[in-house]
């Protein structure tokens, strides 16, 4: 569900135009849907509502102000993974004490703020940050809340960057290990005070199976944690994933059936799964959805520069690129790619999708059956909302992109393009040798 659509052939985000705003505000510009936010939001918090629950957006998946802001007026808490994302959560009018720390290297200076601010809990990853959290809270006085993210060993059949819930990853301390590292914290961190447990096995997941594998697998652990060291919470991670294939007429989610796309997870089918297993525990559940709450809630509009009809193919250069979205070059992530001005035919041109950076690895989209598109034409990146912005670079000394967000028939500037003197404040050149002489 989104509300991006074509009215008399023209983009819009909710009610407002995206060639205005592109014309206003310049391009690469990212566009965010406040109330689709606000719909994903509360369909995930209504599907767990036989449980006591909170939702703990993962800030990673995009961090601006106004979408935090947006959560934490929801009642929302946050899943930070630096001392950076608990700044901008405060900033935008979150709780410390409702944020979760994850993570796998946390800094001693990012410990000792976020024990400053009250969060609700440290998710740590292994048994050396553990002490370490120990021996920081111990010097400041304090008594740190904690849990252990467990990794359960199951396959998440996500793409191989994106799982973290096998043996192989960085990820969370073997489910073999958990209950020793818990005895640990018992017996030997008097500065620790044993809260949940937690998990995340991938993102991008399109079956409730690896979810319901690692729910059945970890439950009777958090049981026995329970049972033996007290607990508060369960939180069992983010990673519900979207469609990035849809229509545009109806903003709903039913075009992927008929283009025999993988099924999406739907919230209810994801609640209907794992909800029964997680009554039992009679602990609060949270939940750390990231692209699931605002994937489909931003595009990315970008200008056609030039077109180049090559000897093996055509490309068309556009003005973003991987600096301002890394996705399909990282991990093979497939962004649909329309006009903002609805094609009068159904007719296509295979085309591939190319930013101005000096990267063979620089494209947006490869071999796409695309609408046809001339120089000047403005295209939708859609489904940009999650690791998008989040994860632009000044690479090529590009500026980052402006961002927008529309809440019915307005449009605000929620983040100002960045200028080449931000680009460059704070770097100097060496000093002149006669003056150092
Ligand atoms: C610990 C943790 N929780 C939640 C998330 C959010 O995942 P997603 O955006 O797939 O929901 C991530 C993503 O990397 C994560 O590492």
């Known amino acids: 569900m989104h509300h991006f659509r074509y009215v008399q052939g023209r983009l819009q985000a909710e009610n407002v135009d995206l060639e205005s705003l592109a014309q206003r505000h310049g391009t690469p510009l990212y566009v965010y849907s406040k109330a689709t936010v606000e719909d994903h939001f509360k369909r995930l918090d209504g599907a767990m509502n036989r449980l006591d629950h909170l939702v703990c957006y993962a800030v990673k998946a995009n961090s601006n102000l106004a979408v935090l802001n947006t959560i934490a007026n929801l009642g929302g808490g946050f899943d930070i993974v630096s001392g950076g994302e608990l700044y901008r959560v405060l900033k935008a ?35 050396a940050e553990v002490r370490y959290i120990n021996q920081v809270a111990g010097e400041l006085g304090k008594k740190a809340p904690i849990a252990l993210r467990v990794n359960p060993n199951v396959d998440a059949k996500t793409h191989a960057k994106i799982t973290t819930g ?7 301390i073997d489910f073999e290990s958990v209950l020793g590292a818990y005895e640990m914290i018992a017996k030997e961190c008097p500065n620790l005070e044993i809260k949940g447990v937690q998990m995340h096995i991938g993102s991008q997941l399109t079956s409730v199976d690896p979810f319901l594998e690692a729910v059945q697998k970890v439950v009777p652990l958090v049981q026995e944690v329970k049972a033996r060291f007290g607990l508060k919470f369960f939180s069992i991670g ?51 959805p990231g692209r699931f709450m605002v994937g489909n809630a931003g595009v990315m509009l970008t200008r056609v520069l030039y077109e180049k009809r090559g000897s093996a193919k055509v490309f068309k250069i556009v003005d973003a690129g991987m600096n301002d979205l890394i996705r399909p070059t990282l991990y093979e992530g497939w962004h649909q790619i329309v006009p903002t001005t609805k094609p009068a035919t159904d007719v296509t041109e295979k085309a591939d999708v190319v930013g101005p950076i000096c990267e063979t690895g620089d494209y947006l989209a490869q071999d796409r059956d695309l609408a046809p598109v001339k120089a000047g034409d403005l295209l939708a990146v859609l489904s940009a909302g999650a690791y998008g ?32 003197d931000d680009i460059l404040r704070g770097e100097h050149v060496l000093p002149d040798d006669k003056e150092t002489a």
């Open 93 to 127: 009018g979150g709780k410390a004490a409702n944020c979760t720390f994850a993570g796998v290297g946390k800094t001693r200076a990012e410990i000792e703020y976020a024990l400053k601010e009250g969060i609700y809990c440290f998710n740590a990853e292994s048994e």
């Open 238 to 288: 983010g990673g519900i994933g979207i469609v990035y294939r849809q229509s545009l007429d109806s903003g709903d989610t039913s075009w992927w059936q008929e283009q025999g796309e993988a099924a999406p997870l739907s919230v209810k089918a994801y609640a209907d799964a794992v909800v029964p297993h997680l009554e039992q525990l009679g602990l609060r559940i949270l939940l750390e």
């Open 389 to 420: 912005f989040s994860m632009a670079s000044n690479y090529n000394t590009r500026p980052l992109a402006a961002e927008v967000m529309v809440d019915g028939s307005k449009a605000h500037l929620v983040r100002e393009r960045q200028t080449l």
């Open 166 to 172: 096998k043996s192989e990853n960085k990820f969370g």
